[in-house]
């Protein structure tokens, strides 16, 4: 996570009265390196952020060397690749048809071996109300089990079947933290999510 919080830091050095979070400048980020090539009205749609931000941040992001302009949007450079696939390496977000849950939408996060780095869960619920979510679960995959980090309880007492299909989607390992967020819409569940975990993977 060294690049990503050298970059955050040198955004945040230049980025002037521009308001947005950690969580918006990845997710620019990651859609440009998932498409390969962006424009602004394609950002503004799937982020429902106005335009003027949008272009605020991609100027930024230019003056980083981490994004470039092309005739035909915007792609990711090489360093910028590399912020992406650090944090893809720690960081794993999907949409997980499960009983959990805490908002009207809700959205799964896999956040790699931070286990340790929580201890109740509790500060973790409410960074995610922070930020914008209507609330959150947070489990820990320990010991081949499931469990609260409060309690030590296995999780399928309440869920069952949640890790089963957890398990189908991907490999989980020792010290896993399991973010499940709510909102009122995908895109406020998607950003709470996305900026609890990075600063999880930043606590040190």
């Known amino acids: 996570m060294d690049s990503w919080r050298r970059f955050i830091q040198r955004f945040r050095e230049i980025s002037g009265r521009l308001i947005c979070t950690g969580g918006h400048v990845y997710l620019i980020l990651l859609l440009t390196y998932e498409k390969g090539l962006t424009g602004r009205y394609y950002l503004k749609n799937k982020l429902g952020m106005g335009e003027a931000t949008i272009r605020n941040i991609l100027d930024r992001l230019k003056k980083l060397g981490v994004i470039e302009a092309l005739r035909g949007g915007h792609r990711l450079t090489n360093s910028g690749r590399e912020i992406v696939e650090d944090i893809q390496n720690r ?9 959990i849950k805490p908002g009207r939408y809700t959205v799964v996060f896999i956040i790699r071996g931070v286990g340790d780095k929580v201890k109740s869960g509790v500060e973790e619920r409410d960074n995610v109300i922070k930020y914008g979510g209507t609330g959150a679960v947070v489990l820990i995959y320990r010991g081949g089990r499931i469990i609260f980090p409060d309690s030590g ?52």
Do not use: C, H
Request: proline fraction near 2%; avoid cysteine.
């Open 153 to 204: 309880l296995d999780a399928e007492k309440w869920y069952p079947g949640f890790k089963k299909k957890l398990l189908e989607k991907m490999e989980l390992q020792d010290g896993d933290v399991i973010l499940i967020t709510g909102g009122e819409n995908r895109f406020d569940a998607l950003l709470s999510g996305v900026n609890t975990s990075l600063d999880l993977l930043m606590k040190r």
């Open 91 to 99: 960081l794993a977000i999907m949409d997980l048809d499960t009983e």
